[in-house]
């Protein structure tokens, strides 16, 4: 880890806890700041503000009083879920007082440089992909960031000698200011997150925070399968480092079944581990940074063939009498669902779908369901989930929950069918969180198996 002397005696509120929160209160602590954490959830139920209680730092919870603004702190260290027009954050401002996320300070700290990698569907199987191959290609990197490993904990035992192959939100590249990545990738660019950023283009220049401070020494590498991403190509400072499925370009790219890089032949599309389209995007931008990373052919095609996936992201849980089950919680929107089903036959393909109401239809999920073999429907959106069932042509049957809509799903599949949950709807509804609604699902998949 650098030293670091720029929060020396500084006074800094760090507000939201979660892991980020409580890693930033930490590393700030060890860099002799003044560290204030103010926290929403009660004390009593707040298990992460009494540990650091116990390890001398001051935290104020329960609710965020704007009166603690008056006590001339000189940063604030937001969690990167926390809106700018949250009124803490909203005064800060109009105090002068800068805000910061976590992975700002990572970088601050981080002897080893940083793979940054973004994007609004794809980044943890890209982040992973990359860090797998840089690991069978003899390099060490570390995963961290949006992953679940907070940047600013892993980049303080990280050294010259390891990489930090770091997954950003939108959310978190807003609270950037000289964060420099080396490499950097978008996977793509969709419209989502908009009740956070109020607009697509205020969204889209989140993400293009990634690459604010990188040089012509540094690689932007990009989607040229979206012509917004050609069109930011020509707005940064760093070697653009293309990557498409529809065209050859000088970088990596699908032609005739094959990912090439620069014309090398690198792997058969069949042979990735992984089903669907979006997964040979994921890999041909692995391809790209592990190329520019020095990793060998030979490394690059093992581990991209037997990657295996995410948990929750089209993660291959196995089969029972011909029946392969995939578990696909992270698709909390259509889009993510209708990647998830460019990888397989409809025809075979069972779908667990439904979760939160927000009040759209899912007319455009209509033609990538047409065929389907059934549909299993749960959750506040099911009205609107069977609305588009209607139009394609698909049977369905009601679920209560994931537990059920599995075994219902598998009572009606025959050897040689897929069950996938591929919700295409946030979980909030009946769950916490999409890792729960998955794990669930794991659950009924081990119970189905015993049976």
Known sequence: MKSVKTFENKKVLVLGL???????????????AIVTVNDGKPFDENPSAQALLEDGIKVICGSHPLELLDENFELMV?????????????????????????VELAYLISEAPIIGITGSNGKTTTTTMI?????????????????????????????????????????????VESFHPHIAVITNLMPTHIDYHGSFEDYVAAKWNIQKNMTDADFMVLNFNQDLSKELAQKTQATVMPFSTFERVD??????????????????????????SHNIENALATIAVAKLSGIANDAIKETLSHFGGVKHRLQALGEVRGVKFYNDS???????TQKALSGFDNSKV????GGLDRGNEFDELVPDIADLKLMVILGESAPRVKRAADKAGVAYVDAKDVAEAAHLAFENASAGDIVLLSPAN???????????????????????KGE
């Not at 979660?18 to 002799?32: C, N, P």
């Not at 937001?78 to 805000?99: F, S, T």
């Not at 090439?260 to 992984?274: L, N, P, R, T």
């Not at 992270?330 to 993510?336: D, E, F, G, R, V």
């Open 426 to 448: 946030a979980s909030w509804d009946m769950y916490k969180n999409f890792e729960v609604r998955g794990d669930e699902f794991i659950t009924a998949f081990e119970e189905i």
């Open 251 to 276: 970088g990596a790219y699908l032609e005739n079944g094959t990912l090439y890089f620069k014309g090398e032949a690198v792997i058969k599309a069949d042979e990735i581990g992984v089903p669907g």
């Open 18 to 32: 979660a892991k980020s929160g409580e890693a930033a209160a930490r590393l700030l602590t060890k860099l002799k």
């Open 131 to 175: 860090a797998d191959v840089l690991n069978n290609g003899g390099q060490s990197g570390l995963l961290s960031g949006n992953i679940g490993f907070p940047a600013s904990e892993v980049a303080q035992t990280a050294t010259a000698q390891d990489t930090l192959v770091m997954e950003l939100s939108s959310f978190q590249l807003m609270g």
């Open 350 to 353: 069972i779908l667990i779908a």
């Open 78 to 102: 937001k969690n990167p879920g926390i809106r700018y027009d949250n009124p803490m954050v909203a005064c800060a401002l109009e105090k002068g007082i800068p805000v910061i996320t976590e």
């Open 330 to 336: 992270k698709s909390t929107n259509i889009l993510a």
